[in-house]
Structure formats: C-alpha cells, structure tokens
C-alpha cells in the first residue's frame, strides 16, 4: 500500500487551505487513493465537445455551480456493507452545497472531500475559484436576415485569459428592434431577426457583461 509523506499528513490536516501534494493534481485526489472530477455540464464553456469530466486546475467561475463524482475505495461501514460517501466542501461559505449541486461563492482555493457517513475522509481535492472578469459573445459567421434565428453563446473569462467553468445563470437584454429574444438556455440565446437594422445583445453574470453589436440585413 502507498505511503503518504508527513508533508501530505501535514496538509490533510489543514483542508481548508491549499497545500502541496506529492500526488497529480490534475483530477486526482490529492491522498492518491481516489479520484474526485467536476462534472462536465453541457452548459459549461470550460468543457471541450463530448469530455465527461473536467481537470482540477481549470478554475471555475464565481456563482457557478457544478457536480463532482468520486471513484475510489469505498470503507467499510460498522454494519459491515460498504459506507455510503458522502462529496462535502471544506469551506461552505466559499463552496456551499445543495443537495448534488455545488455552487462557488468566493474566490480563492477550497478543499472537496469524500467522506463516508462515519466522518472517515478518503480523499480530498482543492478547487480554484475566480472572478469573472469578463464575458464574451460569440455566434456564427452567417449572415443575419429578417426572419431567420440566431444563436449567441457566452462565454465567461478569468484572470490570465482563462476560460472558467461550470454553469452561470445568465440575465439576457436586448437594446433595439431589429432582434427579438425566442429562447435562453444555459449560456446561449436564440434570436429572431425582425427587421433591417442593429441592435445590443448584453449578457449579464454577477457583475460581469458581455456585449455583441448586431446587425440585420434583408433576406436576398
């Protein structure tokens, strides 16, 4: 069985800060006997196409939320079946959670457990969370004509133009008449072009706002 270096004991007992690990970091706990992930969400602008989980050094976004799955040992409960676990945060006013959901709070390093219903801690992981700096709205290349839909997407950027991960409320605005709002889901809207002209489209997320100019031509 693996030792764990007095370093490693020495940051087990100090979760709530970030720690150096002898261990990858990259979704993997940091004991290294299991392995704790971030959920990919299809909402989740950090995700690339098709990926299930996300690394742990990819930051995520103030006011986000987002599920994490343990794999690992699983102990032994004192009925002798095996411990339900049990995913909690190491600081709930950073990183409270609701029911399976996690929700990011405050920026800064915090630590995820698996624990079974005992107390007994498996494995833990540090999270980053960051501040969203800016939004940014991006759509295809095609040309917007009156009676046609469109689709924007946000995306939510950190510090040193990082994209940050999991799911963000957005509240969408839009300034003019040539475009009209048809639906929202996660981080993208659908537009309708009404008429020849141009118009805002603002994404808002906290206190962050993404702005895209658009313009409605008239169908050939």
Not at 11 to 19: E, I, M, R, S
Not at 166 to 172: M, V
């Given at each position: 069985?693996?030792?764990?270096?007095?370093?490693?004991?020495?940051?087990?007992?100090?979760?709530?800060?970030?720690?150096?690990?002898?261990?990858?970091?990259?979704?993997?706990?940091?004991?290294?006997?299991?392995?704790?992930?971030?959920?990919?969400?299809?909402?989740?602008?950090?995700?690339?196409?098709?990926?299930?989980?996300?690394?742990?050094?990819?930051?995520?976004?103030?006011?986000?939320?987002?599920?994490?799955?343990?794999?690992?040992?699983?102990?032994k409960s004192p009925a002798g079946g095996l411990?339900?676990?049990?995913?909690?945060?190491?600081?709930?006013?950073?990183?409270?959670?609701?029911?399976?959901?996690?929700?990011?709070?405050?920026?800064?390093?915090?630590?995820?457990?698996?624990?079974?219903?005992?107390?007994?801690?498996?494995?833990?992981?540090?999270?980053?969370?960051?501040?969203?700096?800016?939004?940014?709205?991006?759509?295809?290349?095609?040309?917007?004509?009156?009676?046609?839909?469109?689709?924007?997407?946000?995306?939510?950027?950190g510090p040193q133009d990082t994209v940050l991960?999991?799911?963000?409320?957005?509240?969408?605005e839009v300034e003019g008449t040539a475009v009209?709002?048809?639906?929202?889901?996660?981080?993208?809207?659908?537009?309708?072009?009404?008429?020849?002209?141009?118009?805002?489209?603002?994404?808002?997320?906290?206190?962050?706002?993404?702005?895209?100019?658009?313009?409605?031509?008239?169908?050939?």
């Open positions: 069985m693996r030792s764990v270096s007095r370093l490693g004991m020495a940051c087990f007992g100090l979760l709530l800060t970030a720690c150096p690990s002898d261990q990858d970091p990259l979704g993997t706990g940091e004991l290294g006997k299991g392995d704790l992930r971030v959920v990919c969400a299809t909402d989740d602008a950090a995700c690339a196409p098709g990926a299930e989980s996300l690394d742990a050094s990819v930051p995520l976004a103030v006011g986000a939320s987002f599920r994490m799955t343990y794999d690992g040992p699983v102990p411990s339900t676990m049990v995913l909690f945060s190491g600081s709930p006013a950073m990183l409270s959670k609701d029911e399976d959901q996690f929700i990011a709070w405050i920026p800064g390093s915090v630590a995820v457990l698996a624990r079974t219903e005992q107390g007994t801690v498996t494995d833990f992981l540090h999270l980053f969370v960051s501040t969203i700096e800016r939004v940014e709205l991006d759509s295809s290349d095609e040309k917007f004509v009156v009676g046609k839909q469109k689709v924007w997407q946000a995306t939510p950027w991960a999991g799911s963000l409320a957005y509240a969408w009209a709002v048809a639906a929202t889901e996660g981080r993208s809207v659908t537009l309708v072009a009404k008429q020849p002209g141009e118009a805002t489209l603002r994404a808002l997320s906290g206190d962050a706002v993404g702005e895209a100019k658009i313009t409605v031509e008239v169908a050939p």
